[in-house]
Nanobody, 120 residues
Framework: VQLQACGGGLVQAGGSLRLSCVASGTIARINDMGWYRQAPGSQRELVASTTSGASTKYADSVKGRFTISRDSAKNSVYLQMNSLKPEDTAVYYC???????????????WGQGTLVTVSS
């Protein structure tokens, strides 16, 4: 299973970006999908996640500004980021809990990361 993320870039404070991530490979079912970020010198943190039932969870720092969504038919997850702040600058990683067979256990996979830079 591979996760391919895209959509990062340079944006001014107050601007918007939309990240996309698609999972490919041998996939029977995707459970949770999410976005994490890691700023220089900081630990990786959860930004937002969504379950297969479309329940969502957000970090307090992004509530009201970021929206996570998924398209299960396309094995994809998205992160709409509005009102971006310089402190949102980080490498953003998508992740997914994937079951490759209906009778096997699931594994957690990570995308390669996409850089988001917010200038002040």
């Amino acid at each position: 299973v591979q996760l391919q993320a895209c959509g990062g870039g340079l944006v001014q404070a107050g601007g918007s970006l939309r990240l996309s991530c698609v999972a490919s490979g041998t996939i029977a079912r995707i459970n949770d999908m999410g976005w994490y970020r890691q700023a220089p010198g900081s630990q990786r943190e959860l930004v937002a996640s969504t379950t297969s039932g479309a329940s969502t969870k957000y970090a307090d720092s992004v509530k009201g500004r970021f929206t996570i969504s998924r398209d299960s038919a396309k094995n994809s997850v998205y992160l709409q980021m509005n009102s971006l702040k310089p402190e949102d600058t980080a490498v953003y990683y998508c992740a997914a809990d994937v079951r490759s067979s209906w009778f096997g256990k699931s594994n957690y996979y990570w995308g390669q990361g996409t850089l988001v830079t917010v200038s002040s």
